[in-house]
């Protein structure tokens, strides 16, 4: 079975700078997709952002940019200018390819400090 | 506007007290989800459903059912809720051939005392 870890439970960051969240994942898939979610003190689940396996350029969007490495299963958010509103819970998830369910990993709590 | 939308966000309920909390999406999905969110340990899926009459477990199935009559509508009940499901669950949705659940509800935050 697949697994998805995060090992930073905490981070913080100084607004204005730049933070990178880790994660790892386990798979014998050659086929899958990845994802960051952002869950904010709201609850709400927003997707983040995500990367196909079979792409090697990595994803980007405005400020969250993705470091994906496929041989070593490491999937790392960055996060550049870090803004108050960023501080959430984000967590990693992984899915094979078809209808197979989402695994995400515990979630990485960050915090930002004005 | 596109919405998951889950009723009711907040449930306090004893042990034993059959319970539903619903689902609805206004986007014609295919697919939708349950997920519960635990401290520690991420979200877990529990049931999720491909179309209307088709259902499948997910990660963590017992003790809860679900069903899909209208493509819309995915309840989640508890037949005899006990207080380890107590728990903060969340419905998703996403299109058929989509990458992944870009839809979650606002979350149902069950106690079961």
């Known amino acids: 079975a697949q697994t998805v870890t995060q090992s930073q439970p905490e981070m913080s960051v100084q607004e204005a700078e730049t933070v990178t969240l880790s994660c790892t994942y386990d798979t014998s898939e050659s086929d899958y997709y990845l994802f960051w979610y952002k869950q904010p003190p709201s609850r709400q689940m927003i997707l983040v952002i995500r990367?196909?396996?079979?792409?090697?350029q990595n994803a980007t969007e405005n400020r969250f940019s993705v470091n994906f490495q496929k041989a070593a299963k490491s999937f790392s958010l960055k996060i550049s200018d870090s803004q108050l509103g960023d501080a959430a819970m984000y967590f990693c998830?992984?899915?094979?390819?078809?209808?197979?369910?989402?695994?995400f990993g515990k979630g990485t709590r960050l915090s930002v400090i004005a | 506007e596109a919405q998951v939308t889950q009723n009711p966000r907040y449930l306090i309920t004893v042990t034993g007290k059959k319970l539903t909390v619903t689902c609805s999406q206004n986007m014609n999905h295919e697919y939708m989800s349950w997920y519960r969110q635990d401290p520690g340990l991420g979200l877990r899926q529990i049931y999720y459903?491909?179309?209307?009459?088709?259902?499948d477990k997910g990660d963590v199935p017992e003790g809860y059912k679900v069903s899909r009559k209208e493509k819309r509508n995915f309840p989640l009940i508890l037949e005899s809720p006990s207080p380890n499901q107590t728990s903060l669950y969340f419905c998703?949705?996403?299109?058929?051939?989509?990458?992944?659940?870009?839809?979650f509800g606002q979350g149902t935050r069950l106690t079961v005392v």
């Open positions: 998703a949705s996403r299109p058929r051939g989509g990458w992944t659940e870009a839809f």
């Open positions: 998830a992984y899915r094979n390819s078809g209808n197979t369910p989402l695994v």
């Open positions: 459903s491909m179309n209307v009459e088709v259902t």
């Open positions: 990367q196909e396996a079979y792409k090697q």
